[in-house]
């Protein structure tokens, strides 16, 4: 690798190499250490292909899930088996991971801006801005950067727009994949709300079992497909589908809803 190679978006490989190296190192005994995390599925992601693959999940802190998925991706793609022992898979870390994000958000401080250059497609809200309900137009240029990222190597994104449990999900995921058409890999995470603050960056409670299942890709027929139907498929592979409410106890969702009080961010 040159010293000074770029990826699509110009940033310089090398440093997004150390960022890597250094933010996983880091923040790996928090999901190895205070707490566990339990995965499912990592042989799913050595059998991918290299580009145009996108993972949708559910969402439940700001930046602990996506720091979650960079160690567990990278640890299977190094051989580990459903486990993230030993930071040496972070030595030659994929580098075309991208997570899209608000850039309102990826650009409010310094850590974010960190991190944004490890990996964030930062995109526009076009339903909240500054904490208020708003209503615009998708900017083709958010969409063409989500198409460049793709092109170039494996997207994260968090279709529901929101950390809160059991919100709809947004049709534009739909819509990318149905233009992109690709690898869609459904991911359900649990137990960082209750590990992290609602940030994810301190450590809430320790001694928490984290869970992350991979699940075998969607089968989307891409031309014939729906919009609603493609909508439909994502809430049930990451469980978010309003049937899931019928079989979660009422004090469970009780206890969610409490959690995840005034709490709103996007991907």
Do not use: C
Not at 9 to 31: E, M, Q, V
Not at 55 to 70: E, I
């Amino acid at each position: 690798m040159g010293l000074f190679k770029k990826n699509p978006f110009g940033h310089i490989l090398f440093l997004k190499l150390w960022l890597i190296r250094i933010l996983g190192a880091l923040s790996h005994r928090r999901f190895k250490g205070f707490n566990k995390l339990e995965i499912e599925g990592s042989e799913i992601l050595r059998n991918l292909p290299d580009t145009n693959v996108l993972f949708v999940s559910n969402h439940q802190t700001y930046f602990a899930d996506v720091v979650s998925m960079f160690h567990v991706f990278n640890a299977s793609l190094s051989g580990r088996e459903d486990s993230i022992k030993n930071i040496g898979y972070l030595w030659r870390p994929k580098l075309n991971l991208y997570f899209v994000a608000a850039k309102e958000t990826m650009q409010s401080g310094l850590l974010p801006k960190i991190l944004a250059y490890a990996g964030s497609v930062s995109i526009e809200r076009t339903w909240r801005a500054k904490g208020e309900e708003i209503n615009r137009q998708v900017k083709m240029s958010d969409i063409s950067s989500i198409t460049t990222a793709l092109n170039d190597g494996w997207v994260i994104t968090f279709p529901q727009g929101t950390t809160k449990p059991w919100k709809p999900i947004r049709k534009g995921t739909a819509h990318i994949i149905k233009k992109n058409k690709p690898v869609v890999v459904p991911i359900v995470i649990d137990g960082f709300r209750r590990s992290f603050d609602k940030k994810g960056l301190r450590i809430k409670k320790r001694g928490i079992l984290q869970s992350f299942e991979i699940k075998q890709p969607l089968d989307i027929d891409y031309e014939n497909e729906s919009i609603d139907s493609i909508v439909e498929k994502i809430e049930y592979a990451i469980e978010q589908h309003p049937s899931f409410l019928k079989v979660i106890p009422k004090s469970e969702i009780e206890k969610e809803e409490a959690l995840n009080k005034d709490r709103e961010w996007s991907y």
